[in-house]
């Protein structure tokens, strides 16, 4: 109803927080929490009431979890109203008088409030004295960290008060100015969770020679680590739960994912390669009921691409020897350079082919085809024994073309503001196409281009909600180009009658070369 009549939203946000005030379950009152996020999110005008009538919630909140999911939303939102300082007294009295979850959640938001608003820091920071006595380990260590941080940027930018008399539009903003310390440390997103930073880093352990080198450790000089559907999902769920602390949160068992470049570094032909930038899925050559069963994983370098070929022997009297793939094609990107065959695949296992091509770098990257055959000595054997039976002849298997296009040298990485990152990336390098798309539904034609693109769609716009109908679509997708360039897009996908789908696309990054060969993948 609030979507539909957003000038009611003060009678339903109301309606709904009524409820929060009477006896309720947990999942009863999280419900309406959700949801009263979501107006905010999806209408603005509702956010001041809608934070006013949270702060109220949290007064009498008996749910640690809500308590802090409203915290964390207050230092979010709360330092962007109109009049900020409203809503500290509220915090404040979560770090008096609740447990000590909630109080080190609280810290947190205050100093929030304090980095976004330079006239209040030096009221934060008198409030956040009380944390320095706290009895917690956790809020003691949030309060220090949030008071030297604060204090080191008033030192560096004094605030200024405006003269009284000043009439409200000659009023400068009150915001942090450039490079200011405490809206660097207390605002700014990490580039990467926490979680993505331990696999960057085991990563990084795992590459040859990179604990032998000199070079500086930063987040830049980290391998990219892709986003997994599995990520998103986790990092959505993260949003929805507030930021929880640790003792809040229900620990599941990770399942610890394997580095695809782990094969590669065992390799010591291999090693003068480098770090691998990425590594794509499992490509299927051959159809998994065929006697030899055959994938491909390709392995992006700076300069290089390695296929590692997985051949599956599926024939009982069989052993396959000196087995190798033949790549023919008219390529001026990319040169064979080099070949690691398997020696030997018995019944029922599988073994790994190496084939090394190297990039030519003045070539501009784009998709290229390669026909593929299997090549081996086929020895006879006998099922039962093992024993051989014949002596070894030349035999040849086709396999089915492989591609290499240009989203296999992109990264699929998120941003967590995507608007933002846009904005920054500016349009000096900005590249927009039209394309008529032959595809009978916008769902259709949003996968395909993503898949062609390589990149991690955005804010859910990968999406497209059942009530939209066939209203136009907008999707947002980042990724990381080879050579680390940051790259984005934003793609409006609309109905052309029933002939298909128009799609308007504009990509940007910070390499001038990147986005026409980004655009120019959609086919």
């Not at 998994?288 to 024939?315: A, G, P």
């Not at 030519?360 to 055959?373: G, K, L, Q, R, Y």
Request: with cysteine.
């Amino acid at each position: 109803l609030c979507f539909t009549y957003p000038a009611k939203h003060r009678i339903l946000v109301g309606f709904m927080s009524n409820f929060l005030r009477e006896e309720g379950g947990f999942e009863f009152k999280r419900t309406i929490v959700k949801c009263i996020i979501s107006l905010i999110k999806a209408v603005p005008e509702t956010a001041e009431s809608s934070l006013l009538h949270l702060c109220e919630f949290i007064e009498d909140c008996e749910f640690t979890m809500l308590s802090t999911q409203i915290l964390h939303l207050l230092g979010e939102l709360g330092p962007t109203t109109s009049a900020p300082a409203r809503y500290i007294r509220f915090i404040y009295n979560r770090v008096m008088l609740e447990n000590s979850s909630v109080r080190a959640a609280a810290i947190a938001a205050l100093a929030k409030f304090a980095a976004s608003c330079p006239s209040l820091r030096a009221s934060v920071v008198t409030l956040l004295n009380r944390g320095l006595e706290d009895e917690d380990d956790e809020t003691r260590d949030r309060t220090v960290i949030m008071m030297n941080v604060i204090e080191q940027a008033m030192e560096a930018n004094p605030y200024v008060p405006p003269p009284e008399d000043a009439e409200a539009e000659d009023l400068p903003p009150d915001e942090p100015v450039q490079g200011d310390q405490a809206a660097y440390v207390l605002l700014d997103d990490m580039p990467m969770s926490f979680d993505k930073l331990r696999r960057s880093l085991m990563t990084y352990q795992s590459s040859p020679g990179s604990m032998d080198t000199v070079e500086p450790l930063t987040f830049s000089t980290l391998p990219i680590v892709e986003d997994s559907p599995e990520d998103i999902t986790t990092s959505n769920d993260d949003v929805d739960d507030g930021g929880m602390t640790g003792a809040e949160m229900i620990e599941e068992p990770v399942k610890e994912k394997v580095d695809p470049a782990a094969a590669i570094y065992a390799i010591p032909e291999l090693a003068g390669l480098g770090r691998a930038f990425r590594s794509s899925s499992p490509v299927a050559l051959t159809e998994s009921e065929t006697e030899y069963v055959v994938s491909c994983i390709k392995h992006v370098f700076d300069s290089h691409i390695v296929l590692q070929f997985s051949v599956q022997n599926t024939i009982d009297d069989q052993r396959l020897e000196n087995v190798s793939v033949m790549l023919e094609g008219d390529v001026d990107l990319f040169e064979v350079t080099g070949e690691i065959p398997a020696e030997s695949i018995k019944y029922g296992e599988t073994g790994n082919i190496f084939s090394v091509l190297q990039r030519n770098m003045d070539v501009p990257i784009e998709t290229n085809v390669f026909a593929a055959s299997l090549h081996f000595n086929v020895i006879q054997v006998d099922p039962a024994s093992g024993e051989d039976e014949s002596d070894a002849f030349e035999e040849e298997y086709p396999l089915e073309e492989l591609e290499i296009s240009t989203a296999d040298f992109m990264a699929k990485v998120t941003v967590p503001d995507f608007r933002k990152a846009w904005e920054n990336a500016t349009n000096a390098n900005e590249v927009m196409e039209k394309y008529a798309l032959q595809y009978k539904s916008l769902e259709e034609a949003m996968a395909s281009v993503i898949n062609m693109l390589g990149m991690q769609p955005c804010d859910g716009t990968g999406t497209i909600k059942a009530a939209a109908g066939a209203k136009p679509h907008m999707l947002h997708a980042s990724g990381v180009f080879i050579g680390g360039k940051s790259t984005f897009a934003r793609a409006q996908f609309s109905m052309q009658g029933d002939s298909g789908v128009v799609l308007k696309i504009a990509v940007r990054s910070e390499d001038q070369n990147v986005p026409r060969m980004v655009a120019d993948c959609i086919r």
